[in-house]
């Protein structure tokens, strides 16, 4: 039983720290906020789920707080986005692209870390799920917009799921290696992308009864 | 003294959590999210309290977390609501009261909880508040509502507060039980409901002023 | 290298818990929320960036429960709003003035209870500009309002930062005393107050393209 080297895994992770840090710059210019509450929104989203991992697994001082070197990336993201070297539209496309590449790297080195930390396999996959998708939740709870995770067109939380039950399914057989674990981010990538391109869906939290005539009905508020 | 044994308060806990979770599974329906929005949302609304409550007592992995048990009751309150086993309607009064049974167990089993991990009674009692009202108000923020709490129609803190200063005397004494928990939970939850139902109210944050006209002022946005 | 004595730090603290208590209590009070929900709110926003600090110091039971006297400045703060000792009025001018006072007592004191837990310099003062805005961003969050953090009138986060880089030097030079950390904080109440009365603006999150008409593109919802 083997994970990913330490050093590997803190350069995945800053990476996907990077990709959310721009998912929430970009919200912040969509919103019309400064270039600090840029920094601000993007740290949130690139470093929120990492923090709520960590406090959860409880060892010692987050690592979004113990290493500045996690600074770098949300400062990064908002030089590009306030620079437009990362296009900032009008519609979302580039923001949940972005999102969708975080949620994918942060499904298997949130899995990953908490695996090392010694957390069974059903937590360590579920943890893996919740630092995935934590940060994406925080960056739109304090922009004050409903979370890209209860919309119901395209799935979020289900790749998040597969790519972290695959890496901690990969974790127990040994066959977790970088290729392996890079596979299984592009795995989530694609199926987040291609849920969103063709609008998959799965079924409503309520099941909508026959006799209710269209538009009706809870959903509508 | 003495306090509830450590199995009836799990028992106690999950049945907490699946109240709450079926509050955050409705509000799912309400909103026309879809099933695994009503997972998640009923996850948080049933376990956030909770997480919150262990996190601050610092004891390691919250239990929701290292206990796999703790998914079972958002599962099974997806599948109700999904399937309409729980009546799912335009106004809010099945939420409102599946919320009230999970603030009356979770003030109870929170302040058990905390007393058990040995805080002084006063914290003990505010921790046993935070935790039954934490769920519900990670639900509302989380789907982008003002929380009930802040509701000024009907007392919402106020049995939750009642609820945990009980049990903690209840304790002190060494006369909490099985019996007298549930009375002390059930007292809360017909509190809350009573409040409800005839539109109780606590004075508003701000006095208004005599030479205010009706409808000026703070309070109105 | 010598610290603000604890007694003095708790003085302090305690006196930036009641400014934000009171900020909180006014929002309360401008949403129409009851006294109970004034007291919530402005627990909230005077306690929120305190114990967030204390769980990600990892340092045992946060002092906002350990300590019960942490409640007194919410209940103070509820009081003297529901009795107009503080005036509440339409426009948020004194809540934004408390607001201000509670940012710069905090980032003094998060940034010395940092140090003192013996955090580097660099995550020391990230922790105290956290703890500074963190209640403020909680308080209007659970309120469902877009934080003043992301204001982009006036500078928050700046005055913050600058506050708890000066103490870290202060502190690194030894020269961190009561005198000294009072002048950070009425500089950095005074530059947030300036800030907001000469609408002090820092650049936007994206550039504005040049071939844009005014009043479209990003930031335009």
Redesign the interface.
Known sequence: MTGLLPGILTGLDLTGVFFFAVSG?LL???????????V??GSLAGLGGG?VRD????Q???NA??E?VY?VPPLLA?GL????VVR???HRRSLLAFDAAGLALFCVTGTSTALEAG?GP??AT??GVATA?GGG?LRD???????Q??N?RG????PALLGAGTTTLLREAGWLSIPSGAAVAVAVFALRLLSLRFGW???????R?RDWPPGT?????
Chains 1, 2, 3 share one sequence.
């Open positions: 710059c912040a210019a969509r919103r019309g906020f400064d270039i600090v509450g840029s601000l929104l923090i406090l959860i697994l409880d010692g001082i987050p707080f113990a500045p600074l908002a986005v306030h620079f437009h900032v539209e009008r957390m059903v937590p579920l943890l998708v939740v709870v304090v922009a004050n917009e409903v979370p995770l209860f119901p799935v979020y939380a289900v869906r799965v079924p409503l939290a309520a099941r009864p009905g809870p959903g509508r508020r």
